[in-house]
């Protein structure tokens, strides 16, 4: 038996695997990664959208090692130097009064406790969140997570309330062409007047609705938890203001906002720092993980002193989050954003992405969308519905044997979710480009 098939029997049977011939990888190199038999692939999915500055960074793994031997861990009862620099470095992103941070683990952990900490303020407990969201496993968060294929059948996140995804391309009221982004289509467009999108009016009103509805007057909800762009649920972008005003609507019934950065933040949208920013959207608690450590276990909380202070009434302990480890990472990874100017490489190789990919004569693409280089290509039949799961599953196998590794998501599995490390070049572009258009039309 070889090591593949032995792993298989060995992990979960659930467990997430996209390629009938599974891959075993051995050594990553910025923007590449290659397999035991020595064959180099172009990574754009970037281990679901969290090696941000490319694989095995000289600068990232000299602060590990460099950290490795001098202290590896003292738990957080005791302050280290890492952990202060760290905490100063990643609060310096955020404006006031978003300067309180809770080091943690992962993605999932940093919304469970974003919860906690919402409900604790608000002394309310309901939750809302959208449908075709993702926000992890823990049993809480998975209440929160509305993606039918990630929820088991047991008992999870109780009162956590579901709104209508506002899905500018599946969704009822259109509205593709007021997403902010290079790319403009002829699918679904609302017709709006410059600064008023109508698509977004009626994902707004839906929400006031509901909060309507679904809440007492005297106890709205605690929290309002949203990723900026989904991810996982295929690279949803929200017309422009949604977020903006679905926000202002929890606030102002006394709610907080959750921004959920786990795979829109550290400058991947090119445009801003944070998704949030992107939709003018002033939250008052951020999680973030996956991008935070390039690949190291990381996760954080930032919020206000308001929200945080309450929580302070019972002790607050986790083990490993803030690590020496970790922070020496986090702060590393922090940097080389800054020095290689990431951000910048985002917007402008994103943005000849995004036009590269809507210039693909190809009618099986339905949809272009994203920012920066959080990019999502939705494939259609010709009569406009999902193209089929094994027709996906194909192009993927094939994007695969050709040297080039992409994501795939949506409810339907259609999705192409390309998230490369921000270090990539507009040469990958064209090669990855070339790839994926000769996959469709070999299997659409
Ligand atoms: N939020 C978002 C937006 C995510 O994409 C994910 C992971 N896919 C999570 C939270 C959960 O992160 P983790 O897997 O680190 O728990």
Not at 51 to 72: F, M, R, T
Not at 263 to 283: D, I
């Amino acid at each position: 038996m070889n090591r593949i098939t032995a792993l298989r029997s060995l992990l979960p049977k659930g467990q997430v695997s996209y390629y009938k011939d599974q891959l075993l990888i051995v050594r990553g190199d910025r923007q590449f990664l290659f397999d035991s038999n020595g064959k180099k692939y172009l990574d754009f999915f970037g281990g679901i959208v969290t090696v941000s500055v490319g694989h095995c960074h000289p600068k990232v793994n000299d602060a590990l090692k460099a950290q490795v031997d001098k202290l590896w861990h003292t738990t957080s009862i005791y302050h280290t130097e890492p952990i202060y620099e760290y905490a100063q470095k990643l609060t310096s992103k955020f404006d006031d009064p978003l300067k309180v941070v809770f080091f943690v683990n992962s993605g999932s952990e940093a919304n469970d406790l974003a919860l906690a900490l919402a409900r604790n303020y608000t002394g309310r407990f309901d939750v809302i969140s959208m449908r075709n969201g993702y926000h992890g496993m823990t049993q809480t968060v998975l209440g929160a997570t509305n993606l039918g294929n990630w929820k088991p059948t047991i008992p999870h996140g109780f009162n956590i309330f579901k709104t209508l995804n506002a899905d500018p391309y599946r969704g009822i009221w259109g509205g593709a062409n007021c997403r902010d982004g290079p790319v403009q289509v002829k699918n679904r467009p609302c017709d709006c007047s410059p600064g008023q999108c109508k698509a977004s009016d009626k994902y707004v009103e839906q929400f006031e609705d509901m909060l309507l509805h679904d809440f007492s007057h005297s106890s709205g909800p605690a929290a309002y938890l949203a990723e900026s762009i989904q991810g996982v649920g295929g690279t949803v972008q929200y017309p422009k203001g949604f977020l903006e005003r679905a926000y202002k609507a929890v606030q102002k019934r006394g709610g907080v906002a959750i921004a959920d950065e786990v795979q829109t933040g550290f400058g991947r949208l090119g445009s801003h720092f944070w998704g949030f920013q992107s939709q003018n959207a002033k939250p008052d608690i951020v999680t973030m993980a996956k991008g935070i450590g390039n690949g190291f276990p990381i996760g954080a909380v930032v919020t206000t002193k308001e929200i945080a202070d309450p929580f302070s009434k019972s002790l607050y302990f986790n083990t490993y989050g803030g690590n020496p480890l970790a922070s020496a990472v986090g702060k590393a990874v922090l940097e080389v954003i800054e020095e290689e100017k990431l951000q910048d490489n985002c917007a402008e190789v994103g943005d000849y992405f995004l036009k590269q990919l809507a210039a693909l004569d190809e009618p099986a693409i339905g949809d272009v969308r994203g920012k920066g280089l959080m990019i999502g290509v939705e494939l259609n039949e010709a009569d406009g519905k999902p193209l089929a799961p094994a027709k996906s599953a194909a192009i993927f196998e094939e994007t695969k044997n050709r040297g080039l590794l992409i994501g795939k998501g949506g409810i339907y599995g259609n999705v192409l979710r390309i998230k490369p490390p921000m270090c990539i070049t507009k040469k990958d572009v064209d090669f990855a480009v070339d790839i994926i258009a000769q996959s469709i039309a070999k299997f659409k």
